[in-house]
Nanobody, 121 residues
Framework: QVQLAESGGGLVQAGGSLNLSCAAS????????MGWYRQAPGAQRELVAA???????NYATSVKGRFTISRDTTKNTVNLQMNSLKPEDTAVYYC???????????????WGQGTQVTVSS
């Protein structure tokens, strides 16, 4: 059984920083892209940042220059360093990974349970 476990959310004042971490565990053959999505109340889930197995990154325009995604392929982890946080960054943040689980012939998308990030003004 493959699982994604997130940590690091919380409450922070505008201008502050938070670091989110996500670890994949279970019977994993390989992991392709990993990323972070967020969903604010009443809004659709949106991509925040993603990183391929080769280290190429992609960011939402709204977070470029403020957020940094990184991963450790040896530990199956992905991190999101969030700086200069704004109230509009408030949302539930979800870890996502495209994982090839042992016993399957293809990769599948997996999601974490979500972690709340609240930025006060």
């Amino acid at each position: 059984q493959v699982q994604l476990a997130e940590s690091g959310g919380g409450l922070v004042q505008a201008g502050g920083s938070l670091n989110l971490s996500c670890a994949a565990s279970g019977s994993i053959v390989s992991i392709n892209a990993m990323g972070w999505y967020r969903q604010a109340p009443g809004a659709q889930r949106e991509l925040v940042a993603a990183i391929t197995s080769g280290g190429s990154t992609n960011y939402a325009t709204s977070v470029k220059g403020r957020f940094t995604i990184s991963r450790d392929t040896t530990k199956n982890t992905v991190n999101l360093q969030m700086n200069s946080l704004k109230p509009e960054d408030t949302a539930v943040y979800y870890c996502n990974a495209d994982i090839w689980p042992r016993g399957r012939y293809t990769s599948l998308p997996y999601w974490g349970q979500g972690t709340q990030v609240t930025v006060s003004s």
